[in-house]
T-cell receptor, first 114, second 112 residues
Framework: GAVVSQHPSWVICKSGTSVKIECRSL??????MFWYRQFPKQSLMLMAT?????????EQGVEKDKFLINHASLTLSTLTVTSAHPEDSSFYIC??????????FGPGTRLTVT | AQSVTQPDIHITVSEGASLELRCNYS??????LFWYVQSPGQGLQLLLK??????LVQGIKGFEAEFKRSQSSFNLRKPSVHWSDAAEYFC??????????FGAGTRLTVKP
């Protein structure tokens, strides 16, 4: 089946720094990727939809200047958390949409901001 | 308003017992329906999905789900639970694959 990877799997950073998370579709091309955020013991909340070659579409309440998304190729989307703060600590999950219109999820990235 | 409800936050079953996880939705039209499983610290794995056709859907790992339009439900079932089934289960719905909303999740604990 289709595989989506995320890097890093976990990261610890200091408050005020920026962190980049990569999402790659390994064996298929994805014109659309999604970024989700999951708080402990809670559901996934869609943050933004990332389309290759165009600006991401952010969900209401998500700061686009804080969560920068770049989808530069058909196999890579990146999420950069800028000026991270402890409240940004969370589990970030990406998914990629294949031609069959199914979302394949990455393993997630745990971000801890100290 | 569009919503997805998983009424049970946590369910405990004995190994070998049957399982049913509930999912109800509120959408303007019949949406696409999904069940995912998430192990601790992991991403989501698709168990099964319903787009149209037969309302009883078979998935991986011995799971099945039944779409009941009259009840706006898509409950997940398994006749005999294994210890490895302990995980978090999410129901998801959407009117298209670009519009997926997740339920709050049900945590399954399996007793020996």
């Amino acid at each position: 089946g289709a595989v989506v990877s995320q890097h890093p799997s976990w990261v610890i950073c200091k408050s005020g720094t920026s962190v980049k998370i990569e999402c790659r579709s390994l064996d298929f091309q994805a014109t659309t990727m999604f970024w989700y955020r999951q708080f402990p013991k809670q559901s996934l909340m869609l943050m933004a939809t990332s389309n290759e070659g165009s600006k991401a579409t952010y969900e209401q309440g998500v700061e686009k200047d804080k969560f920068l998304i770049n989808h530069a190729s058909l196999t890579l989307s990146t999420l950069t958390v800028t000026s991270a703060h402890p409240e940004d600590s969370s589990f970030y999950i990406c998914s990629a949409l294949d031609r069959g219109s199914e979302q394949y999820f990455g393993p997630g990235t745990r971000l801890t901001v100290t | 308003a569009q919503s997805v409800t998983q009424p049970d936050i946590h369910i405990t079953v004995s190994e070998g017992a049957s399982l049913e996880l509930r999912c109800n939705y509120s959408y303007g039209a019949t949406p696409y329906l999904f069940w995912y499983v998430q192990s601790p610290g992991q991403g989501l794995q698709l168990l099964l999905k319903y787009f149209s056709g037969d309302t009883l859907v078979q998935g991986i790992k011995g799971f099945e789900a039944e779409f009941k339009r009259s009840q706006s439900s898509f409950n997940l079932r398994k006749p005999s639970v294994h210890w490895s089934d302990a995980a978090e289960y999410f129901c998801a719905v959407g009117v298209g694959v670009n519009d997926m909303r997740f339920g709050a999740g049900t945590r399954l604990t399996v007793k020996p």
